[in-house]
């Protein structure tokens, strides 16, 4: 499904400030993988992100989903398949458009590409009010309203149904509930879960919360120095707690992991 082939990238080579992000990276996902992705800050997780959905070219390897070589695909090409979310709520969204704009440019670009004169049927917008009462938050309602009142859950949550209006080959999730309030990112990761599982969307998802790294989908990897050196899945993650997870990233790394933040999650 997605094939990621010994991926290398450097950034500012040749100078005093080079700094090689990803280090001959491989990874293989299976159709309906949702693999939770955790490691320290410059481990490399967004940057692997960002190599997949073509924000940047890698400097080796190759880049396949679903049998497309996106190597040397432009980005805006490669968002017709990979949806993605971010940190930010205020990413991902047209805050000046109502809700119903930016559900049609989702749309649009998802099922019609490129296509000049392509228009919204009222067929169309009967779809997004339906799919926007599934969130339970009163949006199918606003539908006439710039997304630039919304909270910053409603936003996420939007963007969400953004990204899976026509369901994805991979769905990229960047620590999307971390700038949300507890209750907050519990209901959008509930939501998460459930579009991902119904729809059957193959999904990548960096976490700071060890616990819920281990808890959420069927894989953990976690991230160092641009590489990867854990994958666990089946019944070894099934029953492993998160003591033994740092343990098995020690072995894996080299060193323990010294990131604060996840420590503390």
């Given at each position: ?28 996902l ?28 890698v400097?080796?390897?190759?880049i ?54 392509a ?123 998160v ?23």
């Open positions: 499904m997605l094939d990621i082939r010994s991926i290398s990238k450097t950034f500012n080579p040749g100078t005093v400030n080079a700094k090689k992000a990803l280090s001959g990276l491989s990874l293989h299976d159709p309906g993988d949702f693999v939770t992705i955790i490691g320290s800050n410059g481990a490399g997780k967004s940057t692997l992100f960002n190599a997949v959905a073509g924000v940047f070219y400097d080796e390897g190759s396949l989903l679903d049998g497309t070589n996106l190597t040397f695909l432009p980005e805006y090409q490669r968002s017709r398949m990979i949806g993605r979310l971010f940190q930010d709520p205020l990413k991902g969204t047209a805050p000046g458009m109502t809700i119903e704009e930016n559900l049609a440019l989702a749309y649009l670009r998802s099922t019609k590409g490129s296509a000049p004169f228009r919204i049927s009222r067929k169309d917008k009967a779809l997004f009010r339906e799919r926007l009462s599934l969130l339970h938050m009163g949006l199918e309602d606003r539908m006439k309203q710039p997304v630039g009142l919304l909270s910053g859950g409603q936003r996420q949550a939007l963007t969400l149904l953004m990204a899976t209006l026509v369901p994805p080959k991979l769905l990229l999730l960047d620590e999307h509930t971390a700038a949300l309030d507890p209750a907050t990112a519990e209901k959008v990761l509930e939501l998460t879960k459930d579009i991902v599982a119904k729809k059957n969307i193959t999904c990548l998802m960096i976490t700071h919360n060890m616990k819920q790294a281990l808890e959420l989908g069927n894989r953990t990897l976690m991230m160092a120095d641009g590489n990867i050196v854990l994958d666990v899945g089946g019944e070894e993650r099934r029953s492993m707690s003591e033994h997870l740092l343990a098995r990233f020690k072995e894996g790394a080299g060193h323990a992991l010294d990131n604060d933040r996840i420590l503390l999650s």
